[in-house]
């Protein structure tokens, strides 16, 4: 009786032990979280991916968030694979937000959303099946090669039949990008840490639902607390819901401490311009150079027409040794000199 | 007078059993097959060229995630049919009928079925590293780690699934180890959002992300401090005393 008794008592005894100490340590450290790295460089994936082993498998890239991020460019091209020509994963933040206008005003959709009814009214009525074409890209290889191209013969023209195929010389035919948007949520689930899909994701939902963008975009800040470009995609994001009204100036405040933060997080990480230009080390890529520069720029110009243009100059000489090439920057020091 | 067998004499003859079992499925052979297409893969790249150091990289870690993931799927597999397969084929019954302990039982088969998910997994890293070339930095120690981690996963591994095979079917068992080895991480990601209690929750989801330094290790990254290492280690032998105690507890009170 008092050896069962014993044994009930180191049984709860281990239980709760268990209990208390599983997040104890499962909350102390995640060996999956941390700055750099290979996998997460833009242009090192860019590289691997465009390598001829990417070439070879075809479908094959280095992460999972990249494979997902095949599939949103599926999506836009009406699901006709071509060949890795990832530019949008070398977009600055800016550019992206751009790419993402363009493309939709290619598809008949140049508009902003406004609010969640209006989303959804835009998102039944007339988005899913608006194709456009793009002679931009035209050119660009299919993963399944054109006849003259294919020594598979039979098998080759039944793989053009059954899958979704387009003469590569043709121009691209591009589709709203209303399907993709879920792949985004996907992805950054399946990595916390793809920034490409916080920022680029963000752009294409704010699109259509706003709101939702913008917990997209917190979620992306408290996962990556020093990615200064998503800070800077939030920055333009809701800059633009700004510029609309000119009126919510609370709204302009978390513009201006967006583009702060974004300029103080890229200054610090930016390699020393002392052992060659930055964008030519290891960890920075030319489109994180030209994000800083942006941020750097957007923090002057708010602070001179919404802020304390002496202020505003202060910044530009500070930011003038950084970017000594910024003329925008060199204007606003002269002109309030 | 104690009449039962010694725990040593217990363990050798369970053990045989299993390796034994490991060597005559065709598990093995899939996994060992699944080596030679990616050698046959190293093997034409080195003759066409690796075009860059970042493509270098990618290969060793896609090579060491296959040997990961190998190691650990025919684990699954063999932890998972140790005891269904056994009350089926009604080969327990012998085994029971000598003097051994339930619990010793567990425990031999679990230490059996673990140290051959080790050997293979040690195997199939060895071959690996050594056939894909070192065009970047790497840190040797951190290498170390991701070895000991990886032992500890796959302890952690089979005593789950055999865990899982004395509660649930066998196909049951296989489906959540697979989803909790190949999603738990994405499932702690999607619960442990917004607030704290939540983050706190999503603690006990099993996430075997958390022993797999491969990926840390093939970007570069420095080696863990001792103190970060030792608590990860806590991690896995945390999981690891739940499941082996869930799983004795299971096979105890088994009627059979």
Not at chain 2, 67 to 90: G, K
Request: with cysteine; net charge negative; hydrophobic share 45%.
């Amino acid at each position: 009786m008092n050896n069962h008794a014993n044994k009930l008592a180191i049984t709860i005894l281990l239980i709760v032990l268990t209990v208390v100490l599983i997040p104890v340590f499962a909350l102390r450290m995640d060996p999956r979280e941390y700055e750099g790295g290979r996998s997460r460089d833009a242009v090192a994936r860019s590289r691997r991916n465009a390598s001829s082993i990417a070439v070879l498998f075809g479908e094959l890239r280095t992460s999972m968030s990249d494979m997902m991020f095949i599939k949103t460019e599926r999506y836009l091209h009406s699901g006709v694979a071509y060949r890795p020509h990832h530019d949008e994963q070398l977009l600055s933040v800016e550019e992206m937000g751009e790419e993402v206008d363009h493309h939709q005003a290619e598809v008949g959709h140049d508009h902003h959303a406004h609010d969640h009814s209006h989303s959804h009214d835009h998102h039944h009525a007339d988005d899913h099946h608006h194709t456009h074409e793009h002679h931009g890209h035209a050119g660009t290889p299919t993963l399944i090669p054109p006849r003259d191209e294919d020594y598979r013969g039979f098998i080759g023209r039944l793989h053009r039949r059954v899958k979704p195929w387009r003469d590569p010389d043709k121009a691209h035919l591009h589709t709203d990008g209303t399907e993709l948007l879920p792949w985004f949520r996907v992805m950054t689930v399946t990595d916390p840490h793809y920034v490409m899909g916080y920022t680029l994701g963000s752009w294409w939902i704010a699109r259509y639902d706003r709101d939702m963008a913008l917990n997209f975009i917190e979620e992306g800040i408290r996962n990556n607390p020093n990615a200064f470009q998503i800070r800077m995609a939030r920055g333009f994001i809701l800059w633009r819901i700004f510029r609309e009204e000119l009126t919510d100036m609370e709204l302009l405040g978390q513009v201006k401490t967006d583009f702060r933060d974004a300029a103080r997080l890229g200054i610090a990480q930016r390699p020393d311009p002392q052992y060659g230009p930055p964008e030519e080390q290891p960890g920075w890529s030319l489109f994180q150079e030209q994000d800083l520069w942006s941020a750097c720029q957007m923090r002057v110009i708010l602070e001179r027409e919404f802020g304390d243009p002496e202020r505003a100059r202060m910044l530009a000489a500070e930011y003038l040794q950084i970017f000594p090439d910024n003329e925008v920057l060199a204007g606003i020091l002269h002109a309030e000199e | 007078m104690d009449t039962m067998l010694p725990r040593k004499t217990t363990f050798l003859l369970i053990g045989k059993s299993v390796w034994l079992e490991l060597i005559r499925r065709q598990d093995l052979y899939v996994c060992l097959m699944m080596l030679l297409l990616f050698l046959i893969g190293v093997f034409v790249m080195r003759i066409v060229g690796i075009d860059s150091p970042a493509t270098g990289t990618f290969i060793l870690n896609m090579g060491m995630m296959l040997a990961s993931m190998c190691a650990h799927l025919l684990l699954i597999f063999l932890a998972a049919r140790q005891f269904p397969s056994e009350m089926e084929n009604r080969t327990l019954y012998p085994l029971l009928a000598r003097p051994i302990r339930r619990s010793d039982l567990v425990l031999a088969k679990w230490l059996a079925v673990s140290l051959g998910g080790i050997l293979v997994y040690t195997l199939l890293l060895t071959v690996v590293w050594i056939s894909v070339p070192k065009l970047e930095t790497y840190h040797a120690a951190l290498l170390f780690q991701s070895y000991l981690l990886h032992v500890l996963s796959l302890l952690w591994l089979s005593s789950m699934a055999i865990a899982f095979s004395l509660f649930f079917p066998r196909g049951l068992a296989v489906l959540l180890c697979g989803i909790f080895f190949f999603g738990g991480g994405s499932l702690r990601q999607l619960i442990s959002r917004d607030l704290p209690i939540r983050r706190l929750l999503s603690s006990y989801i099993p996430d075997f992300g958390m022993l797999n330094l491969t990926t840390r290790y093939t970007d570069g990254i420095d080696a863990l401090a001792a103190h970060d290492l030792l608590a990860l280690v806590g991690y896995g032998v945390v999981m690891i005393a739940c499941f082996v105690f869930a799983a004795r507890y299971a096979f105890r009170g088994k009627r059979l």
